[in-house]
């Protein structure tokens, strides 16, 4: 068969490739173009914040595997949570899918408890990924792991620094949770029993090694395999806050990151009964050996945690919006709302004019036109609408700086994405006036919505 991997230049990624290649065709999905020297590989360069994207890069698909998350920022000055980021790009991802017939879905999201009260954004975020795909047309198959051990992991490289960095360490109440890390040998091989084992697909499973431990226990097995003494100390009322601040001062890995990894630590995230995955025939490797063969390969993949930006002067900005919207609205119903909305916005200075399909940014003395969208009928639905950015005084040219609306779970809320806009305007200056007043508009517009007479 024919897989295509979207996130095949992370660590999960570039493990599953060394595991299906020879058993099938690979099709490496990543933003930057690369060229493959090996046989059975094709990368295909994909930015899946566009849907047009997505659709080329699938094409001739049979498999699609999805292993993205959007906790790291995709542009140099991004407005938005991590958790309408990840919806976007999943939306693209399962709506391409769909248009290109491919045959099976498989993501790789995170373990979560369904029956707690209190899961972290982090956790909620998995969930509401799962839903995209669990409502597909195509037969998907969930897998949700808990902390994946591997020599390039995240929370792996976290907890190895603050075991070489502290002789002595404070340990918050959530290094005792308990959970049950796997492999990432373990991982790649579960991917590919599912992709070659059709009765897995509507199937949601947990994967987890034999070992149901802490992340205190996992610290102490690491300091004892590099001949460390640590000595560790219980500090209970440590709020996750000042835990996070901790990590990110130990470690150097940005907050961003530390946060969400934090939070979800809160509860429990273990194999739930009667949803393990079993492979014939293969056994999942014991936690002590895992971590060994993690730090056999930890320094050839050391790496810095902290997050890389965009050279400046070719910074690029991307902003995202969720607006709750009546039952029953439509993305082209928002998107009309939109174009009446604008109007009647008094900012005193400004003024909007729309005529047509053309929405015109405008100062008002002496007449200037700051910014021009126009609306795309070609590439517009009534659960996704979309206008380019075409120009104006404040915009650099570009075909594909954009603004969307788009429908997500099923509805419940639609979600106002500007991508891959790049301001004339000097980085500071723009930061806090354009940059500001842009969120103030959705802001304002999401008010506008709740109004009875708003959507006509």
């Given at each position: 068969?024919?897989?295509?991997?979207?996130?095949?230049?992370?660590?999960?990624?570039?493990?599953?490739?060394?595991?299906?290649?020879?058993?099938?065709?690979?099709?490496?999905?990543?933003?930057?173009?690369?060229?493959s020297?090996?046989?059975g590989?094709?990368?295909?360069?994909?930015?899946?914040?566009?849907?047009?994207?997505?659709e080329?890069?699938l094409?001739?698909?049979?498999?699609?595997?999805y292993?993205?998350h959007?906790?790291?920022?995709?542009?140099?000055l991004?407005?938005?949570?991590f958790?309408?980021?990840?919806?976007?790009?999943?939306?693209?991802?399962?709506?391409?899918?769909?248009?290109?017939?491919?045959?099976?879905?498989?993501?790789?999201?995170?373990?979560?408890?369904?029956?707690?009260?209190t899961?972290?954004?982090?956790?909620k975020?998995?969930?509401?990924?799962?839903?995209?795909?669990?409502?597909?047309?195509?037969?998907?198959?969930?897998?949700?792991?808990?902390?994946?051990?591997?020599?390039?992991?995240?929370?792996?490289?976290?907890?190895?620094?603050?075991?070489q960095?502290l002789?002595?360490m404070?340990?918050?109440?959530w290094?005792?949770t308990?959970?049950?890390?796997?492999?990432?040998?373990?991982?790649?091989?579960?991917?590919?029993?599912?992709?070659?084992?059709?009765?897995?697909?509507?199937?949601?499973?947990?994967?987890?090694?034999?070992?149901?431990?802490s992340?205190?226990?996992?610290?102490?097995?690491?300091?004892?395999?590099l001949?460390?003494?640590?000595a560790?100390?219980?500090?209970?009322?440590?709020?996750p806050?000042?835990?996070?601040l901790?990590?990110?001062?130990v470690?150097?890995?940005?907050?961003?990151?530390?946060?969400?990894?934090?939070?979800?630590?809160?509860v429990p995230?273990?194999?739930?009964?009667?949803?393990?995955?079993?492979?014939?025939?293969?056994?999942?490797?014991?936690?002590?050996q895992?971590?060994q063969?993690?730090l056999?390969?930890?320094?050839e993949?050391?790496?810095?945690?902290?997050?890389?930006?965009n050279?400046?002067?070719?910074?690029?900005?991307r902003s995202?919006?969720?607006?709750l919207?009546?039952?029953?609205?439509?993305?082209?119903?928002?998107?009309?709302?939109?174009?009446?909305?604008?109007?009647t916005?008094r900012?005193?200075?400004?003024?909007?004019?729309?005529?047509?399909r053309?929405v015109?940014?405008?100062?008002?003395?002496?007449?200037?036109?700051?910014?021009i969208?126009?609306?795309?009928?070609?590439?517009?639905?009534?659960?996704?609408?979309?206008?380019?950015v075409r120009?104006?005084?404040?915009?650099?040219?570009t075909?594909?700086?954009?603004?969307?609306?788009?429908?997500?779970?099923?509805?419940?809320?639609?979600?106002?994405?500007?991508?891959?806009?790049k301001?004339?305007?000097?980085?500071?200056?723009?930061?806090?006036t354009?940059?500001?007043?842009?969120?103030?508009?959705?802001?304002?517009?999401?008010l506008?919505?709740?109004r009875?007479?708003?959507?006509?």
């Open positions: 068969m024919k897989v295509a991997i979207a996130g095949a230049s992370g660590f999960v990624g570039k493990a599953l490739i060394e595991e299906l290649l020879g058993h099938h065709d690979i099709v490496a999905l990543s933003r930057s173009a690369k060229v020297t090996t046989p590989i094709e990368w295909r360069s994909c930015d899946l914040f566009s849907l047009l994207d997505a080329k890069a094409q001739g698909c049979d498999v699609a595997v292993l993205v959007s906790m790291r920022p995709s542009a140099q991004t407005q938005g949570s958790e309408d980021f990840d919806l976007i790009v999943a939306d693209n991802f399962v709506r391409a899918a769909e248009k290109c017939g491919v045959k099976r879905l498989l993501y790789l999201g995170g373990m979560y408890p369904e029956d707690s009260p899961l972290s954004r982090h956790l975020s998995r969930h509401e990924v799962e839903e995209l795909f669990t409502a597909s047309k195509i037969p998907a198959t969930l897998l949700r792991a808990a902390v994946i051990l591997g020599a390039e992991g995240s929370s792996f490289h976290m907890m190895v620094r603050l075991v960095r002789p002595v404070v340990c918050p109440k290094t005792h308990r959970s049950q890390p796997i492999a990432l040998r373990d991982v790649v091989r579960s991917l590919h029993h599912c992709i070659d084992a059709s009765d897995t697909a509507d199937h949601t499973y947990d994967l987890g090694g034999p070992d149901v431990v992340y205190l226990d996992m610290m102490k097995m690491i300091a004892r395999i001949g460390k003494k640590r560790l100390v219980p500090i209970p009322f440590l709020s806050e000042l835990s996070t901790w990590v990110c001062l470690t150097g890995a940005p907050r961003a990151l530390v946060r969400p990894l934090v939070e979800g630590l809160r995230l273990t194999v739930r009964p009667g949803h393990a995955l079993s492979i014939p025939g293969y056994s999942f490797t014991p936690i002590e895992a971590l063969v993690a056999d390969r930890y320094e993949h050391r790496q810095p945690l902290a997050f890389q930006k050279p400046m002067g070719s910074y690029e900005v995202v919006q969720r607006l919207i009546p039952e029953g609205l439509t993305a082209a119903q928002v998107a009309k709302a939109y174009m009446d909305f604008l109007p916005m900012p005193g200075f400004m003024k909007v004019e729309v005529s047509g053309w015109n940014f405008s100062w008002s003395f002496p007449y200037l036109r700051l910014l969208l126009e609306y795309s009928p070609e590439r517009s639905w009534s659960h996704r609408q979309l206008f380019y120009g104006g005084l404040l915009a650099q040219k075909v594909r700086g954009r603004l969307e609306f788009r429908e997500i779970l099923g509805g419940k809320a639609v979600i106002a994405a500007i991508h891959e806009f301001p004339r305007m000097p980085w500071f200056l723009y930061r806090w354009q940059a500001l007043f842009h969120v103030w508009v959705m802001y304002k517009f999401g506008y919505l709740k009875p007479q708003a959507v006509r």
